[in-house]
């Protein structure tokens, strides 16, 4: 999942003054009230909200919901903020603002404003501007300044800060960050501001003075260098946002003087591995394509459907309910692999086998293959591929841990784990591609301890990998997606896999906004692999 991208509009509605609104139902946007809503509302009792500045133990109703006010968290001439419940939801925070006062209308604006962006915000899930009430997801008990008075942060939360500076220089934006307006969020593994009222257009030192100063890299134990450099990651050295930090360090001193401690840093690493995207010819019998049964047996001198025996390769993974794979041996010949499966699997096999041997020949091996299309009843034969399995952690070199995370990525590769990565006779052969083509986003709130590393080659290592490694890499990438020619071969190779006209549009979209994405992908997985490697 992922909270990265273009703006796009939240489900939180903007509540207008004087309505209520619950669970981000927008004022307005149904429409009329249908015979339902009207009866309902005929015997729903009416809102009671507690006076200002309201005290623990004081409870209320809204939109027929009830919700009791805790322990004070924060108080302001214009409000105060509780912990408190709605209908059994807890660690919620409820704002009672001052009679009279416009400060509830300017955070609705500002609350309103972030709804429509990706940015991680307290979410709306009740308000009675009339009333001066305004609830809010979050948990109070965690604040930035909370969070500092307890000691060093953990890892997720020093990631998290770097993500949300990411998110909001992305977007040319600012906001209130102070030790009050933070909140960590255990369950989403983010910060969240809580106020929007000093959400506004501002520049990237705006942003990052705010993590920077008053202390808090000293007491929340990180070094400033590494949240730049997090921050880079996330951004990508090449990309405007980034430029946009640089530039703001012309003007101040001390962003400045990070940044060159950084450039420092930087040049005591190994220069970072770069791609090259070249082919190579596959197996003259199995040339990766798809053909119809007769030919597929005329290449192979066989039928391998009437191949009786074999030997079932996936007979330790009971799980593998939606394909069959087999090793069997004709009259004459190698033997070779039969895997049965629907459509959409083999068309992805066939696909991805062919951007490997045309664009990551260099790196890697695949097993070649003939494919027959035929709905559920579709097959595809490839070349036995051997060597072994490496479970300890896999041997790879700079070259083909950036390479492979560019392919997976790239095209949406979702099942790259140790069993599918075959070594020997100094190669390495990728087995599997069936669960591919999908959407790939950064996702920076993975849970520890869960074996996903496995599924992460490109960063599992007895020793950490420095993000910086992969910049070069996909920077080569892009570079080579965005060429006509490369979309030129990409439609051809996804017409000859069985794809039709719409569906290749669709997955050059998705090839796109994967690449857009990669740098601040692999940022996250380096974080991840970084953070299994303490535990």
């Known amino acids: ?54 005290r623990p133990g004081d409870s209320g109703r809204i939109d027929g919901r009830r919700f009791s006010v805790g322990s004070p968290a924060l108080k302001t001439a214009d409000w105060t903020l509780h912990e408190g419940s709605l209908e059994g939801h807890t660690n919620l925070g409820i704002r009672l603002f001052k009679p009279g006062s416009a400060a509830l209308a300017a955070e609705l604006e500002g609350l309103g404003a972030l709804a429509r962006t990706d940015i991680p915000h307290a979410k709306v899930l009740a308000a009675a501007p009339g009333a001066g009430l305004l609830i809010q ?82 007491r929340a134990g990180f070094d400033p260098l590494d949240l730049l450099a997090a921050l880079r990651g996330r951004l990508g050295p090449r990309s405007q946002a980034w430029a946009a930090v640089v530039s703001a360090a012309q003007r101040e001193p001390g962003l400045r003087s990070l940044l060159e401690g950084l450039a420092r840093r930087d040049a005591d690493r190994p220069a970072p591995p770069r791609l090259s995207f070249t082919g190579a010819a596959p197996d003259k019998t199995l040339d990766n394509s798809v053909v119809a049964p007769a030919e597929l047996s005329r290449r192979l ?24 794979i087999l090793r ?3 009259r004459t010949g190698p033997p070779r692999v039969l895997k049965s499966a629907e459509a959409r699997i083999i068309r992805n096999e066939v696909f991805l086998r062919k951007v490997v041997r045309r664009w990551f020949a260099r790196y890697f091996e695949v097993p070649d ?77 993975r849970l520890g301890s869960t074996g996903l590393i496995d599924e992460l080659p490109w960063v599992k290592s007895r020793e950490r990998v420095p993000a910086e490694d992969f910049a070069a890499g996909i920077q080569d990438w892009r570079e080579h997606l965005a060429r006509p020619e490369t979309r030129r071969e990409l439609e051809r190779m996804l017409a000859e896999s069985g794809f039709s006209p719409a569906e290749s549009a669709g997955l050059l979209a998705v090839f796109a906004a994967n690449t857009a994405d990669l740098q601040w992908t692999v940022q996250t997985d380096v974080e991840y692999a970084a953070n299994e490697l303490r535990q």
């Open 369 to 445: 293959a003939l494919a027959v299309l035929d709905g559920y009843g579709s097959y595809m034969v490839m070349t036995y591929a051997d060597g072994s399995t490496s479970w300890a952690g896999p041997v790879l070199s700079r070259e083909q841990r950036v390479a492979l995370a560019v392919l997976v990525h790239a095209f949406g590769v979702s099942d790259m784990n140790p069993g599918n990565l075959l070594f020997g006779k100094g190669r390495v052969t990728l087995l599997d591609f069936e669960q591919a083509l999908g959407r790939r986003t950064p996702v920076p709130t």
């Open 137 to 218: 997801e979050g948990m109070v008990s965690r604040s930035l300044r909370a969070e500092l008075a307890k000691g060093p942060f953990s890892e997720h939360q020093k990631n998290g800060l770097p993500e949300l500076a990411a998110k909001l220089i992305r977007q040319g934006r600012t906001a209130d960050l102070g030790p009050d307006n933070l909140f960590w969020d255990h369950w989403l593994g983010r910060w969240n501001i809580v106020s929007g009222v000093g959400f506004r257009p501002g520049g990237a030192w705006e942003v990052l003075s705010q993590m920077l100063g008053a202390g808090v890299p000293e």
């Open 1 to 54: 999942g992922t909270e990265t991208g273009p703006e796009s509009e939240s489900e939180e509605s903007q509540t207008q003054t004087g309505r209520t609104a619950f669970d981000g139902t927008a004022p307005g946007g149904r429409g009329a009230d249908s015979l339902w809503d009207r009866v309902r509302n005929w015997f729903k009792p009416a809102d009671s909200i507690p006076a200002f500045p309201g």
């Open 328 to 330: 069997i041996q004709g």
């Open 301 to 324: 001198g066989f039928d391998p459907l009437s191949v009786k025996g074999g030997v079932d390769l996936h007979a330790d993974d009971p799980g593998k309910l939606n394909t069959r």
